[in-house]
């Protein structure tokens, strides 16, 4: 199989994932969490004041590649572990948003790491958790580069780098 072919493979499950009048409710993500496509993801922002916005990308990602103005960085995992700690994670969300009742809305770069994230937060007792659906950077096109298919920043929403 073909790199292109492999790649609109994948695509083409994760849409059918992500859409959840397939399954119903779907048992591969947590039952309550929003999947958010990022223009709906800058609505829900917009018109509530106390969702707390948390990029889950390692810090270095956040800085360079580029993130949302007013955004949290608190990673999911980083380097040069690479390995996500859940239960600090957690306890990092629950000390910036004060406590486990504030909406959270995830980022990461394409959705992915944010649905392990958003299911580590409602295991905890998160109320109210929502994710950005291709996340910041997007999908990967057939040349294999992002931020030319979907994500926050092809939408054009707002975005700041250092």
């Not at 059918?16 to 591969?28: A, E």
Request: charged share 25%; hydrophobic share 40%.
């Amino acid at each position: 199989m073909g790199a292109l072919a492999w790649t609109a493979g994948v695509q083409a499950r994760r849409r059918i994932l992500l859409d959840n009048s397939v399954f119903g409710s779907p048992t591969l993500f947590p039952r309550r969490m929003k999947h958010l496509q990022p223009q709906q993801a800058w609505q829900w922002l917009s018109s509530r004041g106390d969702v707390l916005f948390v990029d889950v990308r390692m810090e270095i990602e956040s800085m360079y590649v580029g993130r949302p103005p007013g955004v949290v960085n608190i990673p999911w995992y980083e380097y040069p572990e690479m390995k996500a700690d859940p239960a600090q994670f957690v306890a990092q969300v629950e000390r910036e948003a004060g406590g486990r009742d504030r909406p959270v809305l995830l980022l990461c770069r394409s959705g992915q790491r944010t649905l392990d994230a958003g299911a580590a937060l409602e295991a905890a007792g998160f109320s109210e958790v929502a994710h950005v659906v291709h996340g910041f950077e997007g999908e990967l096109d057939a040349h294999f580069k992002r931020s030319s298919v979907s994500g926050w920043r092809f939408e054009g929403l707002p975005w700041e780098q250092m």
